[in-house]
């Protein structure tokens, strides 16, 4: 059954619901005399076999306190798909937003002139089932500095192919691949002082083990050196399977979040995920320190 789980949420989540692979990004609030606030996409969890079928939208000043902004797109309206709406990423480009999500294996697109949608969804997938090799889910975007628009997905294989001026389809011409070492899903890129970082997702989502490593590069498309874990499990405090991720970048700054998913094994299933934020740790030559999961909330106002 795709019911949500008659479970209480956890004490120590942050959100007090259950949402897995977050995209974090900071929208001038159009709700909020367009100050400046985190938003916050995720997949609803707490459904059997990862069943949601809708989106919403979360606010926060703090990373603590949280408002749900309503649902933004609905899986009913999406005429190519019905089952497993996940892992959203959104871009603003010109005065419109544009939402990248999973649907059946496919990743889809649907835009907005509101970060708070209603998102209206393409006619078709942006990647289709068929379209190339490897099983199409976990998208997330990358601007570069000459204002191209990437779309970065894959399971298995990881692609990026720049997104078409219409922000709903892709240039498969130029789709890139490069697959580190143990890869399974959710890579998401950023730069950071001229050096390039990719972070990916390693293992199952359902087992403890699931964790973030990262790579570094001199440029977008590699020679990429592997550094290890970013963020992984600690059973000590009953957090695991942390992965799938997300990272902020706090504008006029040089402070980075790391967003990720995680579940209590009191659950045993990886269907009651929470969302959990933590401060990024750069050395001197670049690497990040890994992130030691804890119960505390991290709190970042803005």
């Known amino acids: 059954m795709n019911d949500r789980f008659n479970l209480p949420a956890p004490e120590h989540t942050p959100l007090h619901r259950y949402l897995a692979d977050p995209a974090p990004i900071v929208f001038e609030d159009p709700r909020n005399g367009n100050q400046p606030r985190y938003f916050l996409y995720a997949t609803e969890d707490g459904y059997d076999d990862w069943g949601s079928r809708t989106f919403r939208v979360y606010t926060s000043d703090d990373l603590v306190d949280?408002?749900?902004g309503g649902q933004i797109l609905s899986l009913d309206d999406v005429p190519w798909g019905k089952e497993h709406a996940w892992a959203p990423a959104i871009l603003k480009?010109?005065?419109r937003y544009y939402l990248y999500f999973v649907c059946e294996g496919?990743?889809?697109?649907?835009s907005s002139d509101s970060p708070y949608g209603p998102f209206v969804p393409a006619d078709q997938p942006t990647v289709a089932k068929d379209d190339l090799p490897g099983y199409h889910i976990d998208p997330s975007v990358y601007t570069d500095d000459e204002g191209t628009d990437w779309l970065v997905w894959?399971?298995?294989i990881a692609y990026m192919a720049p997104l078409n001026e219409d922000h709903l389809t892709v240039d498969l011409s130029r789709v890139w691949q490069w697959t580190p070492t143990r890869f399974r899903e959710a890579m998401w890129i950023f730069k950071r002082n001229y050096m390039f970082y990719a972070s990916w997702s390693e293992n199952d989502a359902r087992e403890p083990e699931y964790q973030v490593h990262y790579a570094?590069?001199?440029a977008l498309h590699g020679p990429w050196t592997e550094h290890g874990a970013l963020v992984r499990q600690n059973p000590a405090l009953d957090i695991v399977g942390t992965g799938h991720h997300g990272i902020l970048h706090i504008p006029g700054t040089d402070e980075w979040i790391l967003a990720y998913h995680c579940?209590?094994?009191g659950y045993g299933n990886g269907y009651c995920r929470e969302t959990?934020?933590?401060p990024l740790t750069f050395n001197e030559d670049g690497t990040i320190q890994e992130v030691i999961p804890v119960q505390?909330?991290?709190r970042r106002p803005l």
Request: net charge negative.
């Open 276 to 278: 959990r934020f933590a």
């Open 216 to 218: 570094t590069a001199p």
């Open 154 to 156: 894959g399971n298995g």
């Open 66 to 68: 949280w408002q749900d």
């Open 106 to 110: 496919q990743i889809g697109a649907a």
């Open 296 to 298: 505390e909330d991290y």
């Open 93 to 95: 480009h010109g005065a």
């Open 263 to 265: 579940y209590d094994p």
